[in-house]
């Protein structure tokens, strides 16, 4: 139903998976100016630069945590490092496109920026503002910026959305391309396979001390022990002085007062629809859709229940929820839209209503006017705002005295503690961007423990779990170990590498015996190999042996009684005969088109868009005013393997 509502300009939501936008679950990336720079990678942990600028480690590690954060994805390793480069790469085209789209005049006005901001539900909770002071908390507490800070970025972040647009307009889709589409997803196959595990062949892996030595020397870089740091430290829990941060109705009462406009609910309409699409369709089919949106009314005014009828019909994101659009203001939807939405009564159905978009039936379950909420209605929602105010201020002014103490005898740290009555902790020594318990990954923290000097008290700063003070005992400088030191992990690593190739030429003599032979299953039973048959599968499918049988692509190539070469799949080695092929029925291709259209339409203007990066990445690289240093990037990668 978003795209039923106006836009100046169609923003297209292609770019903003990397805006700072604070959405439960979401995965953003916080973008956050790099720091003056000279000529040369003079900074320790230099990524790559863009006109002088340098991008580091720690920008990146930034990036990936605010990436992953609330998403048990980040904890793993693995994953983290395959999401790096990615990131590195959106970081540098912060810049990169901000450029770009400036040459080209494009801008984003005031206007635009308003509407954006609209659209954050945190910001415009059902459709009103959460006022300037609840704003610029939210902003200060979850990106410890200003809001001006904050309003910059989003308008740059759209005005890098437009550049994506600019760069993929004007891309079509032909007939072809969207039946070609649909036999690559739907057409089927079955094979007769023989899987190699590498896993299987870990025991078949002879170590030599000299070929274990040159693998050490050779990925010596990956075994690199980063820089650590181990605190000791005094958490402050709200629970201190959640006394102090009692909020009584007079206090309340100010509030509301002092801020009235907050209070003001425009006219809305509480709405829920049923969409059938005629955008982009022919006279007849447009006519289709309108026969079947009678046929749907007359169900949902005979007593059908509006929502399932939503669920099973409309052709609207919002019919997972049954249609529901929730409350609706004037000037926020289209003129036909809006006024049926605002003449009809509570609890009735609408006629069909025809927009550029297609048939609406509508169905409004309540109506507002103007008004301003009582004080009887907001004031069990101001009070814990109000208490969680009374408590971050007593709980800073509580922090800061405790810091105070601790700066002032630092060698007295335990002593001093104990005479405020808190609790001395230590943390175990932790490399940046690293778990720790109490004091999670917080930027705020590691970064101030990497700044501070051995014995130093740094300044109160915040966790989840309050308000923390630490002091540096140990500092870990970055090191290369010797292979002793990392033998187990080196001959863990060893043995994992070899094992697959030990698989593929498990696989190679299968495939050469069934080459000679000119029978896959003879070839399988004189090596002593099961092989296992498949059920039919598309190419979209998930096989539970072979993982995505998109990996299976030659498969998909090959005739019935022809067989594969060495395939890697899931992570092991296959080898695989196609005993059935089967084309897909195209009476299925008209239900599916549309979608078709529209999957392949975007993964053009996603592709044309990425072409057009690469290029502005080149030619930069070519005059020398983006220069990046991959064996940084290695070293920082292969810190995800220790």
């Given at each position: ?29 916080s ?37 992953f ?10 994953i ?11 970081l ?28 954050l539900?945190?910001?415009y ?8 002071d ?81 693998y ?29 941060a009692?909020v ?14 907050e ?43 509006f ?85 971050d ?8 005295r ?58 109160a700063?915040s ?28 001959e ?48 979209t ?73 690469q ?5 930069l ?9 991959p ?12």
């Open positions: 139903m978003l795209k039923l509502f106006r836009r100046k300009e169609s923003l297209k939501k292609f770019f903003l998976g990397f805006i700072l936008v604070f959405i439960s679950a979401a995965l953003v990336i973008l956050a100016p790099l720091p003056s720079a000279t000529t040369g990678p003079t900074q320790l942990g230099t990524l790559a630069e863009y006109k002088g600028e340098e991008v580091t480690e720690l920008h990146l590690q930034r990036a990936l945590d605010t990436q954060r609330g998403s048990p994805l980040g904890r793993e390793p693995a983290r490092a395959q999401f790096a480069p990615r990131v590195l790469d959106e540098l085209f912060r810049y990169v496109g901000i450029d770009e789209a400036r040459r080209l005049g494009l801008t984003v006005s005031n206007e635009e920026l308003t509407a954006y901001l609209r659209t539900p945190w910001l909770p059902e459709g009103n503002f959460v006022g300037m609840r704003y610029e908390l939210i902003i200060q507490s979850q990106s410890r910026m200003t809001v001006a800070e904050f309003e910059a970025q989003m308008r740059e972040s759209l005005l890098l959305d437009k550049l994506r647009w600019v760069a993929s307009d004007g891309l079509e889709v032909s007939d072809a391309e969207v039946r070609e589409e649909f036999h690559r997803r739907s057409d089927q196959v079955q094979i007769d396979y023989v899987l190699f595990d590498p896993s299987r062949y870990l025991q078949a892996v002879k170590i030599e001390a000299a070929q274990l030595e040159a050490f020397a050779a990925n010596q870089g990956k075994y690199s022990v980063r820089e650590q740091r181990r605190l000791r430290y005094v958490l402050i829990d709200p629970d201190r002085v959640r006394a102090d009692e009584s109705e007079e206090d309340i009462r100010a509030y509301y007062r002092s801020r009235l406009d209070f003001r609910v425009q006219e809305r309409a509480q709405v829920s629809h049923i969409l059938f699409r005629t955008l982009g369709q022919s006279e007849e089919e447009a006519a289709l859709a309108e026969q079947k949106a009678s046929d749907v009314l007359k169900q949902a005014r005979a007593g059908t229940e929502a399932k009828l939503a669920e099973e019909h409309s052709e609207d994101a919002t019919a997972a929820v049954g249609g529901d659009l929730g409350w609706v203001y004037r000037g926020q939807t289209v003129s036909e839209f809006e006024r049926a939405a605002f003449t009809l009564e509570p609890n009735t159905i609408s006629d069909l209503i025809k927009t550029t978009y297609g048939f609406h039936i509508l169905k409004v379950a309540d109506r507002q006017k103007a008004h301003l909420e009582t004080f009887d209605q907001v004031q069990d929602r101001l009070r814990p705002i109000l208490e969680g105010q009374k408590r201020a007593a709980l800073g002014a509580l922090a800061n405790v810091e105070r103490a601790l700066r002032a005898r630092p060698t007295a740290f335990s002593e001093v503690a104990a005479e405020l009555d808190l609790r001395v902790r230590e943390t175990p020594l932790f490399r940046h961007g690293q778990a720790v318990t109490d004091l999670g990954t917080e930027n705020n923290v590691h970064d101030l423990a990497f700044r501070l000097r051995e014995g130093e008290v740094g300044t700063v966790v989840p779990k309050g308000r923390v003070i630490v002091q540096l005992i140990e500092r870990l400088e970055e090191h290369l170990p010797t292979l002793d030191q990392v033998r187990a992990r080196v863990q690593d060893y043995r994992a590498g070899q094992s697959g190739v030990v698989a593929r030429e498990r696989a190679g003599e299968l495939a050469t015996q069934a080459a000679e032979v000119g029978d896959f299953k003879k070839a399988a039973r004189s090596l002593r190999l099961r092989w296992t048959r498949s059920s039919l599968f598309a190419r499918q998930y096989l539970d042996d072979l993982g995505s049988a998109a990996s299976l692509g030659p498969a998909f190539s090959l005739e019935e009684g022809e067989f594969s070469k060495v395939v890697e799949a899931g992570g092991n080695t296959v080898v695989f005969e196609v005993v059935k092929r089967q084309a897909a029925d195209e009476a299925g291709l008209d239900e599916q088109r549309e979608i078709l259209r529209e999957d392949l339409s975007a993964r053009k203007r996603s592709l044309a868009y990425e072409l057009h990066r290029s502005l990445f080149r030619q690289e070519i005059t020398g005013e983006l220069v990046r240093y064996q940084t990037m290695a070293t920082f990668l292969s810190s995800y393997q220790q």
